[in-house]
């Protein structure tokens, strides 16, 4: 937290500010900083593949079932793996969770909980097929400056379930399904709509990941660079 408020600090000299949402320039305007001096700079994700084959081989080497709900993220409270896991309750599918232990004893917690795979950390490389092997991913984060799996998860052909109120409504751009980060209820009927609205989904998410890639992110940094030197 103290260097993240050295980092705010050290921005309200700057002459433009870069954020990658929305929501987080909102917050910057919350605490001072002029909206004409920030910039909005979505990140990006770049196409990889996911072919059948590729599938496969993650769901052999991580003992993947056949058919899964995915969740990617470091576990901490933030990522609201309580109340999905409770959402999952009342959802036929098994519950897989990708991402290293983080803070908030999250992972010892819930590391009984029925009908769910904790993958631990995953190899980026690995990481694509896993989300092109998910029926969906299920991102109801109570809290995020962009959320970055949102547009992995859509860029490998999976259809998302993220939150509304936050920066990764944002992210997803009306190509994913909104549910109440807060309210257990909302999040299973979120993944229950996107179980059956799949092929919509997949084409909409396609189409808003093409929009966001790493290239288009460079090339903005760079002219909000050459901005600020005149």
């Known amino acids: 937290a103290r260097v993240l408020t050295r980092a705010v600090d050290r921005a309200r000299s700057a002459r433009l500010v870069t954020c990658p949402s929305v929501t987080v320039a909102n917050e910057l305007v ?6 004409d001096r ?3 700079i979505p990140w990006g994700v770049d196409p990889h593949d996911t072919s059948d084959s590729l599938i496969d081989r993650a769901r052999a080497t991580h003992t993947l079932p056949e058919r899964y709900v995915l969740a990617v993220g470091t576990l901490e409270p933030r990522k609201n793996l309580r109340r999905l896991i409770a959402a999952m309750e009342n959802v036929d599918l098994p519950l897989v969770v990708a991402g290293a232990d983080g803070w908030g004893g999250i992972a010892r917690e819930l ?20 989300y ?6 299920a991102y109801p984060s109570e809290d995020e400056g962009f959320g970055l799996p949102v547009l992995e998860a859509m860029s490998a052909g999976t259809p998302v379930v993220t939150s509304r109120g936050t920066a990764t409504e944002d992210v997803a751009g009306g190509a994913a399904v909104l549910v109440d980060p807060y309210d257990t209820a909302s999040i299973t009927a979120g993944i229950t709509e996107a179980l059956v609205d799949r092929d919509r989904l997949i084409e909409l ?18 002219a909000v660079y050459r901005e600020a030197l005149g």
């Not at 092109?132 to 991913?137: D, M, P, R, S």
């Not at 093409?210 to 090339?219: D, F, N, R, V």
């Open 111 to 130: 590391a009984d909980s029925a009908d769910v795979r904790f993958l631990g950390h995953v190899d980026p490389a690995d990481l694509p097929a896993i």
């Open 30 to 35: 919350g605490i001072g900083f002029d909206r």
């Open 132 to 137: 092109a092997g998910a029926e969906l991913l």
């Open 205 to 222: 998410g396609r189409h808003r990941a093409a929009e966001h890639t790493w290239a288009a992110t460079a090339t903005a940094t760079a």
């Open 38 to 40: 920030i910039r909005v």
